[in-house]
């Protein structure tokens, strides 16, 4: 048994919970608006909880977390939430937040799956003992009924990566840690950027939580992200309100966002194992799985050298008969791969500098990857989005 100072803890907050759960009057919910920034208007709202208490909120949920009571609550949060669907403008959606380990309670599946969920957002607190795997039927389940799903604080937290490869998430949530103050940290900034890529070979939008100053915001739009929220455009009301002239004022006079600079050979270009001889190669082939490139004394590429397809064969060996230059565009790259007779067209292309040398080998699936790439969020539409 714990210590009396804890028992009179875990009395007081199971006395809360039950307060909350028998009268859920009590709960106050308010709507948090993310901004659409091309469009400079509200795409969807958020529902945050407030409690009748000085406790900050997230308390709420961590005491009902250690308690094994998270279910208990956010069956009253989703129910309370869900009720304002009615409500919710034309061509927004509607983010509720919900634990994972709750939608293993069948008394929150129930408030879920009880009605048709086109618009909503169930947004995935992290939670550091839950195995992605298990959401799984559940997460089946409820994209049937059409809703979509979003990781929150990604980029934090204990198990961020695989979350995303597990779940699959519509919808990616930057934390406001790698948010605020991003204008000045090239750090972050980069995280920023590869979970940008991420969400696109998700095919995924991303929402930058957390944006409070207009640096921020500059910055944000300037690398592509599609939707943000915080104090600086809109902060939480109780009603569906649309983006207030002075935020829509803010997006319209910022600078717009620089086009991408075009993507070129040598970006994509990886170094490679070198040889002097193509029996050399033919046996750094046979030890490392990887092309090797046979070079001469200059650094000139001659022969490329590629692992075996098939078990039993030996590795095969071709001349190099072109290269690219590393200013070529990948555009231009991809043609001429596609250009060569079939049975080499996808092997990797060798890049060389203006004097010949070897830089690196571009390999064809990369060539496919970066084609396919898109910036974070352009060019998406969220499937329930009627307007501009």
């Not at 809360?16 to 009268?23: E, F, G």
């Not at 308690?67 to 409500?87: C, E, K, N, Q, Y």
Request: net charge negative.
């Amino acid at each position: 048994m714990g210590a009396p100072g804890e028992v009179t803890h875990r009395g007081r907050w199971h006395r809360r919970l039950d307060a909350v759960c028998s009268d859920p009057g009590l709960l106050r919910l308010v709507l948090h608006p993310v901004v659409d920034v091309a469009a400079a208007r509200v795409a969807g709202y958020e529902v945050l909880s407030r409690f009748p208490s000085a406790v900050p909120t997230e308390e709420w949920f961590r005491a009902a977390r250690a308690l094994g009571r998270d279910a208990d609550l956010d069956r009253v949060v989703l129910t309370g939430a869900l009720s304002r669907l009615d409500l919710l403008p034309s061509g927004t959606f509607l983010t509720v937040n919900a634990s994972p380990t709750s939608l293993a309670d069948p008394r929150v599946m129930d408030v879920l799956l009880a009605q048709d969920l086109t618009g909503v957002v169930l947004e995935l607190t992290e939670h550091a003992d839950c195995d992605p795997r298990d959401l799984t039927g559940p997460l089946t389940l409820l994209r049937a009924r059409g809703a979509l799903v979003a990781l929150d604080d990604v980029g934090t937290g204990h198990s961020g990566l695989l979350r995303m490869a597990v779940v699959r998430p519509e919808i990616l949530k930057i934390d406001l840690q790698l948010v605020r103050g991003l204008h000045q940290d090239l750090v972050k900034r980069s995280l920023v950027q590869f979970l940008g890529e991420c969400a696109g070979r998700l095919d995924a939008w991303i929402i930058a939580e957390g944006v409070e100053t207009a640096d921020e915001l500059d910055v944000l739009r300037g690398m592509g992200v599609p939707l943000v929220q915080g104090f600086l455009l809109a902060r939480p009301g109780d009603d569906f309100v649309p983006l207030a002239p002075e935020a829509a004022r803010l997006l319209a006079t910022g600078e717009p966002p620089a086009p991408a600079p075009a993507r070129h050979a040598g970006d994509l270009a990886r170094r490679t194992k070198t040889a002097r001889t193509v029996p050399g190669a033919v046996q750094a082939v046979h030890e490392e799985g990887v092309p090797v490139v046979v070079v001469d004394a200059e650094d000139v590429p001659r022969v490329l050298v590629l692992p075996a397809q098939r078990a039993g064969e030996r590795p095969r060996v071709e001349a190099v008969e072109t290269t690219l230059a590393p200013e070529t565009p990948v555009r231009q790259v991809a043609a001429r791969a596609l250009a060569r007779p079939g049975p080499v067209r996808f092997d990797p292309l060798v890049c060389t500098d203006p004097a010949g040398r070897f830089i690196g080998v571009v390999g064809f699936e990369d060539l496919v990857l970066d084609l396919a790439a898109v910036p974070a969020g352009a060019g998406h539409r969220l499937p329930w989005r009627t307007g501009a």
